[in-house]
């Protein structure tokens, strides 16, 4: 009798232990602001919510941060990948920590904002990695668009449809188009119905990416996260998380989500 219970209490061990050493199945950092424009606040706000609801049952550890000096070799060491909300790298030392992080291999979930830069921000190596596009124009004030599913066999986009239209937002358009960067793959761009786009500011033609990958890099664009509507739709919700599932699951480090 003894010796079955001894059985039972190191096999329930032995479970408790593989479960462990599963869940969580990763880390991610998010980085926001609460000194950005009030859309982009709100959309942080959400955002924070709606992936943190998706850690129900410990899948993953999402850590969120409004200190952009945690971005450091020491703090990221830990993070199979980091979320840029509505803020980017600032200073020349968290600048040339997230650059050290994604060459080495990091991962990047980036949304709206995020990836903006003009002719002012002296970023060269940045630009590059968003595909070489520099933010060129804008619609406003902030609408829903059709959107157009260029691939559909990307583990991104695989369960898309080859339209849907995407909650309100201000759009941004980057000249050069990233398009014509030799290591940037369109998932997503505005569809040409839309056009003219705008009351105010309009967009009125030409190619538009909205969600896209520089695969010389685990990472991924999206260029929705403005205001509060952004998490209302379910087709674009898979979208995000098809986009949040596919940067973990290509760590050099292995595919967490395989048994």
Not at 31 to 57: P, R
Not at 77 to 86: E, G, H, V
Request: proline share 6%.
């Amino acid at each position: 009798m003894k010796l079955k219970r001894l059985i039972t209490f190191f096999l329930l061990v032995f479970f408790v232990n593989s479960v462990s050493a599963k869940f969580p199945r990763f880390k991610m950092l998010a980085f926001y602001s609460e000194e950005v424009e009030s859309a982009h606040i709100d959309f942080a706000h959400q955002a924070i919510k709606f992936f943190k609801d998706l850690t129900i049952g410990d899948g993953f550890v999402f850590d969120v941060t409004k200190n952009m000096d945690d971005l450091n070799p020491e703090k990221l060491k830990d993070y199979s990948a980091i979320m840029m909300l509505n803020d980017f790298p600032h200073t020349e030392k968290q600048r040339q920590a997230f650059r050290e992080y994604m060459e080495n291999g990091g991962g990047w979930f980036g949304f709206h904002v995020a990836a903006y830069n003009d002719r002012t921000t002296n970023w060269p190596w940045f630009v590059d990695f968003l595909g070489g596009g520099v933010f060129w124009r804008n619609n406003w004030p902030p609408m829903p668009a059709k959107v157009v599913v260029e691939k559909h066999d990307h583990p991104v986009t695989k369960a898309l449809p080859d339209v849907f239209i995407s909650p309100i937002n201000e759009w941004y358009q980057w000249k050069p188009s990233p398009r014509l960067h030799s290591g940037v793959e369109v998932l997503v761009s505005l569809s040409q119905d839309n056009y003219p786009l705008g009351l105010k500011d309009i967009i009125p033609d030409s190619d538009c990416p909205i969600v896209w990958s520089n695969t010389n890099y685990r990472m991924i664009y999206m260029n929705m996260g403005h205001g509060d509507k952004i998490f209302t739709d379910p087709t674009q919700n898979a979208l995000i998380i098809a986009g949040l599932r596919w940067i973990v699951s290509i760590d050099k480090k292995g595919n967490v989500f395989e048994d």
